[in-house]
């Protein structure tokens, strides 16, 4: 029987969830497939990942969890933080409103997602201050909680003195913070602060850190950055099927990519390639960046006609923003595929004529 094709040549930049899994976590996985070992996170390999991610992060104290997806580490960390009766600030553009179909609110049981308007995809302590006093009715959901995409969900990175003023703003209403870090390693890669500054050194109550996007083949750590509030959050994994039974097989790799460095190399990799994209599209007439490219993604402005074009010649990418193309690069993407994506927009606006 002829298997799937999974590399179509050229390759393609609709999301960085399209590539595969990177060398390092491959091993990982091939190695922890020999032999038996405890299940549902009852192992060594556990153990030694979660001390790993805590280390990372400095924080020897730290709760960490791993589930499998973004989006069951966002809805249960937004739980295990948020009670029923109370509200989750979030942009109007986080993944937690946008693209999880309810889970955060499905998960906790009835709170609320209050999403004020951000122009540029970053909340700031306005508007934070400004939903809590909304809602500070005793009849409202309080806000218990704030949520903030590191990188944002268009791709630019708070830099640590905002996440600092963004936690003190928190703090100051009774709120904790949660960090949305499905691309956190890009992040750290564009700063080239330490996890810990850019996390607990700065309020950041509890973080959800990406590995899926970052080159392993799934799961994500969810890290508690004070071990109390990390009740219950074990429950609740387990509540919803979260709680892999062969463990071993997301923690592996968490070790590996973190002691080999790989987690901030790909990320290294992706953020160079994306503005390796940008340089190279951005003279382009016509053509425009929607956003400094701050991290492994680029928004572009171009007329209709382009974009139908360049998706007639092959090429895949997701329209957001009401219209502005997105184009993510991983840690596989290879230079050649990246310069031929360029050439055939240049051409293509050269083709719609005098755009
Ligand atoms: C991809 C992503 C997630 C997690 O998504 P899953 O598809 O559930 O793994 C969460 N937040 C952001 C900002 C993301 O880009």
Redesign the pocket.
Request: aromatic share 0%; glycine share 12%; net charge negative.
């Given at each position: 029987m002829p298997l799937p094709q999974t590399t179509t040549p050229p390759q393609q930049f609709g999301s960085d969830?399209y590539a595969g899994l990177c060398p390092q976590a491959l091993e990982a996985i091939s190695r922890a497939a020999k032999g038996s070992t405890p299940a549902y996170g009852d192992d060594a390999w556990t153990r030694l990942a979660a001390k790993a991610v805590a280390d990372v992060f400095e924080t020897p104290d730290a709760a960490v969890f791993f589930v499998l997806?973004?989006?069951?580490a966002?809805a249960l960390a937004l739980a295990t933080l948020c009670p029923p009766y109370c509200s989750i600030i979030a942009s109007e553009v986080a993944?937690a409103e946008t693209s999880e179909r309810g889970a955060p609110e499905f998960f906790t049981g009835g709170a609320k997602l209050i999403t004020p308007p951000t122009p540029d995809g970053k909340l700031t302590p306005e508007a934070i201050k400004l939903a809590a006093r909304r809602a500070s009715s005793p009849r409202a959901s309080t806000p218990a909680v704030v949520t903030i995409?590191q990188p944002t969900?268009n791709g630019l990175v708070y830099s640590v003195d905002e996440i600092r003023a963004i936690a003190n703003a928190c703090h100051d209403h009774g709120l904790r913070l949660h960090m949305?870090g499905?691309?956190f390693a890009n992040a750290v890669a564009t700063l080239g602060c330490t996890p810990a500054a850019m996390t607990w050194q700065s309020g950041v109550d509890a973080l959800?850190f990406?590995g899926?996007?970052n080159g392993m083949a799934m799961g994500?750590a969810v890290v508690f950055f004070k071990r109390s509030m990390a009740q219950g959050f074990a429950e609740r994994a387990r509540q919803s099927g979260q709680t892999a039974s062969k463990m071993r097989f997301l923690s592996a790799p968490w070790l590996a990519m973190i002691h080999s460095g790989a987690w901030l190399d790909n990320a290294r990799h992706a953020n160079a390639s994306a503005r390796q994209f940008a340089q190279a599209v951005e003279d382009i007439p016509s053509i425009k960046l929607a956003w400094p490219v701050q991290s492994n993604a680029v928004f572009l402005l171009m007329p209709e006609p382009v974009m139908n074009e360049l998706r007639a010649r092959g090429w895949r990418f997701y329209t957001f923003f009401g219209g502005i193309c997105r184009f993510m690069f991983a840690w596989d993407a290879r230079p050649e595929a990246i310069a031929a994506l360029a050439a055939d927009l240049r051409s293509c606006v050269r083709g719609q004529g005098a755009l």
């Open positions: 969830n997806t973004g989006t069951a966002n993944h995409t969900e949305d499905a691309r959800s990406g899926t996007k994500e």
